[in-house]
């Protein structure tokens, strides 16, 4: 039983108080057969006219009832020898279920059945979430135990209550588990009843209040402290072919102040893609080395890993600096190689994929670690860099492009400080978007040889299948063996996640260094790869892919001053989800308003991904749906932590006591 309920992320008796129904079920009144809407659960009673054991494929009970409105058919696949005697011919009995035009009439699947003599329900039945071999009957008495074990006192003062118009908890939970008989259904499906907005509000008010405490906390934790002169800094920048834009000056001055205040930062830096986010993570290494301490460089993949410390060796090696490479690739030798120049600090930065977490890794003394595309990290990654600073906690910078939506913000990222580059750097054209109809392939392939033959570089992406990983790469495989065909003048190269990452490092600089002009790839590009010549973009079952992603793959091109088209093929017929998608990243090439719609589709639980977040997912308000319920949060949350400590600490013990080990890290 324990471990059926911990499934359901229920640790304690409280874990049950706050199990809510997911919906209610009325069974508090019947309905003639002939007036039952369909659509939804019905209670129908009738006498039984016929029923038996039919074979249709399998052994199916059928019977049929009336009750002098109409009549209606009830099936049931499983069943005992009971249920058959239950179901005899004559009996009055009662099914609920769903009514649905049969083949022969009206008819009921597997409904559930109870006697005519037993008298109605007085109140609507609450319906939980539950799991195998659990249940409802057993949930609910389970439920009800926990409800009378522990003290339902309410953890607001009445000042707070007075001010949000809040219903008391005690009678909002009991209400929620065992509605009054009056209670109407839509409200409480709807969460829109007094009870569940009380729910919601200490939901979120949790939520607030732990990323609030735990902001405060980092605030009083010790760091290094970067306040060099900026003599590293000025250096790379005077080197730099370009200068920084002004959203690029204005992130890196408040990195620059994190960084000198002597507490971990912990600094989400958004900006589109192409925005140039990696150039701020290089000045911000450059004001920790300047201070005696080492920085890293984390890349969710090998091939954006590689291309980083390319260029921070070509920003960094001039200046006299030296640069670690960790990747799980290397062989024996470079790998210790690599990590006593870590430990030893000869190295005095680390650039490296997921292979920097590991345990071998030890820093002399990190001071600033940067997490580049940070929301393909789990927290648990996070976590393990965090812990590698020696003495004092390293500082963090996250960066990544998928811009969050506001509400997402203030819910899920309160904990963190955000700066946001908004602009691209100037030269830029803007990239052209075209559906194609995969019928039109010809027409693509001839508008790729043309733009290769000019001087220009190209990317093929090809489809992304979910379920195999194996089958995209046959594909790939396939498309590169026909293009290379198709293109008798022309480089044709080919990236997959497969291949040896030598080979990968090899191709990608052939690409890079315009040697080979066209490149097909798998999804492996979809991150921060920069090749500023490459013009056209080509996606492949462009209907298959999300949004965030489409616009990541987009944001390949249009780096350079030639103007940019990325060509989707599609191939119809669309689904209405691929029809939106397809339409949105026509229509915006917006990084916060493509990922506005993104999380309209498939909302905040994909959209962010519960490992990601490392905060607890609401289960009961919605960031999208409760935007003034959680302004209104907020607003609790400043005036308890201000003025009642003891609320607060009472608040977030009944909602949070099992779930604290979720806090970000
Ligand atoms: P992202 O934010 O997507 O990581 P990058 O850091 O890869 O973007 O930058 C994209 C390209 O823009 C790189 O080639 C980079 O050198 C260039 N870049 C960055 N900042 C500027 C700038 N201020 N002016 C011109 N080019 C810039
Ligand atoms: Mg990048």
């Known amino acids: 039983m324990k471990e059926k309920l911990a499934r359901l992320g229920i640790l304690s008796p409280w874990g049950r108080v706050l199990h809510l129904p997911i919906r209610y079920e009325d069974e508090t009144r019947l309905y003639p057969i002939k007036d039952a809407p369909q659509g939804e659960s019905v209670l129908v009673e009738g006498e039984i006219v016929e029923s038996g054991v039919k074979f249709q494929g399998r052994r199916i009970l059928s019977c049929r009832i009336e009750d002098g409105s109409g009549a209606l058919d009830a099936r049931f696949m499983n069943f005992y020898p009971s249920q058959v005697k239950a179901l005899a011919k004559g009996k009055r009995m009662r099914f609920f279920g769903e009514i649905r035009a049969g083949f022969f009439g009206k008819e009921m699947i597997h409904p559930k059945v109870s006697s005519a003599a037993l008298p109605l329900h007085e109140a609507l039945t609450p319906i939980y979430p539950t799991t195998a071999g659990l249940s409802q009957k057993k949930l609910k008495a389970l439920i009800d135990e926990a409800l009378e074990s522990v003290e339902l006192f309410d953890t607001l003062p009445d000042s707070v209550l007075a001010r949000f118009n809040l219903e008391g908890f005690e009678e909002s939970v009991r209400f929620l588990h065992d509605p009054s008989p009056e209670a109407l259904r839509r409200d409480l499906d709807e969460r829109t009843h007094p009870a569940w907005v009380r729910m919601k509000f200490d939901e979120l008010l949790a939520q607030q209040l732990s990323l609030r405490l735990h902001y405060r906390n980092r605030r009083g934790r010790n760091a290094p402290v970067f306040s060099g002169e900026g003599r590293l800094v000025s250096a790379l920048l005077e080197s730099l072919a370009f200068e920084l834009t002004k959203s690029q000056k204005k992130v890196f001055d408040e990195i620059c102040r994190d960084l000198a205040a002597g507490n971990p930062m912990q600094r989400l830096l958004q900006g589109d893609v192409g925005s140039g986010k990696t150039i701020v993570a290089a000045l911000a290494a450059l004001l920790a080395i300047e201070s005696g301490f080492q920085a890293a460089i984390m890349a969710p993949t090998e091939i954006l890993a590689e291309q980083h410390y390319d260029k921070f060796s070509k920003w960094l090696k001039p200046l006299g600096l030296e640069i670690a490479w960790l990747a799980s690739s290397l062989k024996k030798k470079e790998k210790e190689d690599a990590l006593s120049r870590i430990l030893l600090g000869e190295a005095h930065l680390a650039i490296g994929t997921h292979a920097l977490f590991q345990e071998q890794v030890v820093f002399r003394n990190l001071g600033l670690a940067v997490i580049d595309e940070q929301h393909r990290f789990g927290v648990h990654q996070r976590l393990a860099l965090r812990l590698k600073g020696a003495e004092l906690e390293p500082h963090q910078l996250m960066m990544s492009a998928t811009p969050i939506p506001r509400t997402l913000a203030m819910s899920y ?253």
Request: hydrophobic share 40%.
């Open 413 to 665: 990222y309160a904990d963190l400080d955000v700066s946001v580059i908004d602009e691209l750097p100037p030269g830029r054209t803007p990239v052209t978007t075209k559906l194609v109809s995969n019928d039109r392939r010809e027409e693509v392939i001839r508008k790729v040889r043309d733009a290769c033959l000019e001087g220009s570089q190209a990317y093929w992406v090809c489809p992304l299948i979910e379920e195999s990983e194996s089958l995209q790469l046959q594909t790939a495989m396939d498309t590169h063996a026909r293009l290379v065909e198709d293109f008798p003048e022309i480089r044709v190269g080919l990236v997959h996640g497969r291949m040896p990452n030598i080979e990968k490092a090899a191709v990608m600089r052939d690409f890079q260094d315009g040697r080979i002009k066209l490149l097909v790839a798998t999804t492996v590009i979809e991150v921060g790869v920069d090749v500023p010549n490459a013009s056209v973009m080509v996606i492949e079952h462009a209907e298959r892919m999300g949004l965030s992603q489409l616009h990541q793959l987009r944001g390949r091109v249009g780096r350079g001053s030639v103007g940019s088209v990325c060509l989707l093929l599609y191939q119809g017929p669309l689904g209405m989800t691929a029809k939106e998608r397809l339409k949105a990243i026509f229509e915006s090439s917006d990084g916060f308003e493509i990922s506005r719609r993104d999380l309209a589709l498939r909302g905040p639980g994909e959209f962010m991904g519960v490992r990601q977040s490392g905060v607890p997912m609401l289960k009961y308000a919605s960031v999208d749906e409760d935007e003034a319920l959680l302004e209104e949060a907020r607003g609790a949350a400043d005036m308890l932590l201000e003025e009642n400590p003891d609320a607060v600490n009472r608040h977030l013990e009944r909602w949070l006591g099992e779930k604290s080990e979720y806090l970000r890290v």
